[in-house]
């Protein structure tokens, strides 16, 4: 449902801050987020944006106990990694905090305690998981056991990370404390209840009847909530990390983070509002004015909780406005896998600023033009580069770039006047305005990845335009037509420099200050008339159906301004970098299948008699070399102690330069039957371990030994 609001409330989804922020998080929230607020600043709008760390939860007291620290030195290090990452990466926030501050600790318990005192909810005693030998409850990532689904023995006592599947604790199949490694056992505990089936009428009505609008993941996923019918969901936890339940006889107990975090987007507009009251006004304008719009942006995993949970704790209150809409993206995977923290599998925000410093905009670009909008979608290093080399350099910066090197050669770095303005000049132009309010309508929408096209549309104009005219064939024979193609081009830059910023803030701050403009509140300072509303528009594909609207005499530069030196906006990025990023995922591959390896299981007993029939001996190789026309064979000559032999082994994939084994000492034993390969007489068999990869490693002995002693 449309509504004219008098500002906006931009939350984004509270990072967890046990690990730092990957390119998975910023596809889904911050960046697309972070357009929505640059937009809505540059339309003058009342906007705020508010971001924080997540800071309690069972993840961090895990990673707490695993490196033998405390959780707040853990959540200590990672915030201050995730907000300046955020801040070097161009995330404008107006303000980031985190949920282990004292001001949020104060506003989620007096929240609670509110929804307490008004019987909002229901005190349920039920069995959980307990570890005798830890004395504590276990939360369900502290319950390991195999997963009854997939049989993977590692699952959690929330979700199978092999198979994906959602578990509870009592699924697994023999499980086990995290803690001591011990069986635990089921014991009664006290816990309070949000029931979310009282809600549900009216969660139908507010959701399914009223915001139809909605992102068809969004709506079908709370449509699909509703038909299961809601259940009531546990807001307290046996845990000594987070916010203690203020209610007497709760020791032990805090906020289940579900219940803590999003309000952490309430504690931290306070906290904003305190610290600088005249920009910002009371904190309850923001949060319980009608007039105010609140806007989620969140991963598809946090739907329920942003859509139906969150929503029903603000109604419990009575006093909250509800979200107007939660834009939330599916997933980014990377290079064909899903992205993973636990193993690693990621492009880290804060390592990609320190490998490509300087290229916050491409990696911005990349993520917003492959965006995970409507399914799924997959980040490749070839596609990132391709992306900057082929578009960002090609197609904007070229533009951008031959204009402005034009305008210096032919104008001395002048705008030059606009004498000739033809009907192609103004249909140039009138593409030009068309894409511009076609990418107002996506951003409106949140469809941006369709609205970055529209913005490469504005330069693919310019570039096709400037092409077409050649001034630098004309300008010998008729310089006023070779002012008025400048003209129009340098227009063009500077509607550039402002419809871009949103998308690419690095790169649209150095191209206004090549132009001399300043771009915060220029959205509606060109090509309109003055009474002009966007509403007034029809859109199509660049059609703007009410041309009257269209004032071709209003521009941003002016005839006279001075244009500052050329420098290129992007640069290419070289097959040597791209591989270097490859290689360093290869080896995170690699290393993750080293610490999942799993020793095949033992053998059937034999006995010793039979072991002791087997002769192992240790033999100098005197000379090793490939097998003609055989890829796998290699054919030893070996010393063993009383004569030579000649082995053939299978491991010349593994030793390439056969010649470096003479001189060494191998193992083998010395009556297997001969047998003929490739017609050569094998004597015995050379003794390999094979690695988890699968590479075959020979077995030697550490020191030297004589000739032919026995392996016992």
Same mark, same amino acid.
């Not at 690693?344 to 916050?360: I, M, P, R, T």
């Given at each position: ?119 909002? !909810? ?31 023995? +590692? ?8 198979? *994906? ?24 505990? +006290? ?37 299961? *019918? ?68 969140? *991963? ?9 949970? !969150? ?52 990696? +911005? ?21 391709? +992306? ?73 104009? *310019? ?39 949103? !998308?690419?803030? !690095? ?206």
């Amino acid at each position: 449902m449309s509504k004219n609001f008098k500002r906006t409330l931009i939350t984004t989804a509270l990072p967890y801050a046990n690990g730092p922020v990957h390119i998975g998080h910023l596809a889904g929230v911050y960046v697309p987020a972070d357009i929505y607020a640059r937009y809505m600043r540059l339309k003058g709008e009342e906007v705020v944006m508010i971001g924080g760390s997540d800071e309690h939860g069972v993840p961090i007291t895990i990673k707490a106990r695993n490196e033998g620290i405390t959780p707040q030195q853990v959540v200590d290090r990672y915030h201050t990694i995730i907000k300046d990452s955020f801040k070097e990466f161009g995330i404008t926030f107006d303000v980031y905090s985190r949920t282990s501050s004292k001001i949020h600790h104060k506003t989620a318990s007096d929240f609670f305690r509110i929804l307490y005192d008004k019987g909002e !909810f229901i005190e349920k005693t039920s069995e959980q998981y307990y570890d005798e030998e830890a004395k504590q409850f276990l939360a369900d990532r502290y319950i390991t056991g195999k997963c009854p689904h997939c049989g993977n023995e +590692r699952a959690y006592g929330d979700q199978c990370e092999a198979c *994906g599947t959602s578990l509870s604790p009592l699924d697994l199949i023999e499980p086990k404390s995290a803690i001591s490694g011990s069986a635990p056992v089921l014991k009664e505990t +006290r816990h309070w209840y949000l029931p979310l089936d009282k809600h549900e009428p009216w969660l139908r009505e507010w959701i399914l009847e009223n915001h139809k609008e909605w992102k068809t993941n969004v709506y079908g996923q709370c449509k699909s909530w509703l038909d299961m *019918g809601l259940q009531p969901r546990a807001v307290s936890r046996d845990l000594d990390w987070g916010v203690p339940v203020p209610v007497e006889g709760a020791e032990g107990k805090v906020l289940y983070v579900w219940f803590d975090a999003p309000i952490g987007y309430i504690s931290n507009t306070i906290e904003m509002c305190e610290k600088e009251p005249k920009k910002y006004g009371n904190w309850e304008k923001w949060w319980k004015d009608p007039e105010t719009k609140l806007v989620h942006f969140i *991963g598809k995993d946090n739907i329920v909780f942003h859509c139906i949970v !969150f929503p029903s704790m603000l109604k419990a209150d009575g006093s909250y406005i509800l979200p107007e809409n939660v834009p939330s993206n599916e997933f980014l995977n990377l290079e064909g896998d899903k992205i993973s923290t636990s193993r690693n599998w990621a492009v880290w925000l804060h390592e990609y600023l320190q490998d490509f410093s300087g290229k916050q905009d491409v990696l +911005r670009y990349v993520l917003t033009a492959n965006a995970p909008e409507t399914k799924d979608n997959d980040f490749t290093w070839k596609d990132f580069q391709a +992306r900057n080399n082929n578009e960002l350099v090609a197609i904007f910066g070229n533009f951008v770039n031959r204009a402005l090197v034009l305008t210096h050669k032919y104008f001395d770095g002048k705008v030059p006047d606009r004498n000739r303005f033809s009907s192609y000049h103004k249909d140039t132009m009138y593409e030009v305005y068309a894409s511009k309010y076609e990418l107002e309508k996506f951003l409106s929408e949140y469809r941006f990845r369709d609205a970055l096209r529209c913005v490469m549309d504005i330069a693919r104009v *310019g570039n096709k335009y400037l092409q077409n005219q050649a001034p630098w064939k004309i300008y010998p024979h008729d310089p006023e037509q070779v002012a008025t193609d400048i003209n129009i081009c340098l227009e063009i830059c500077a509607i550039l420099a402002i419809v871009v910023e949103p !998308f690419l803030p !690095f790169t649209a701050k150095k191209l206004s200050n090549i132009l001399n403009i300043e771009t915060k509140g220029k959205w509606y300072t060109f090509g309109i008339n003055k009474d002009f509303e966007s509403s007034n528009i029809t859109w199509s594909r660049n059609i703007v159906e009410d041309e009257k609207q269209l004032d071709y005499n209003k521009t941003i530069l002016h005839v006279g301004d001075s244009i500052g030196i050329p420098e290129l906006l992007f640069e290419k990025i070289e097959d040597s970098v791209i591989e270097a990023q490859v290689q360093k995922l290869l080896d995170t591959k690699k290393a993750n299948e080293a610490a999942a390896y799993k020793a095949n299981p033992v053998k059937e007993n034999v006995a010793f008699e039979d072991f002791m029939k087997m002769d192992i001996r240790v033999g100098t190789v005197l000379d090793c070399q490939k097998v003609p026309k055989a890829d796998k064979l290699l054919q030893f000559r070996i010393a063993d102690g009383l004569e030579e032999r000649t082995i053939l082994s299978g491991i010349a994939k593994y030793y390439p330069n056969p010649e470096e084994l003479i001189g060494t000492q191998v193992c083998f034993i010395a009556n297997f039957e001969p047998r003929k390969l490739r017609g050569i007489m094998s004597e015995g068999m050379i003794l390999s371990a094979e690695d988890a990869d699968g590479k075959l490693v020979l077995i030697q002995p550490r020191m030297t030994v004589t000739n032919g002693v026995e392996v016992k």
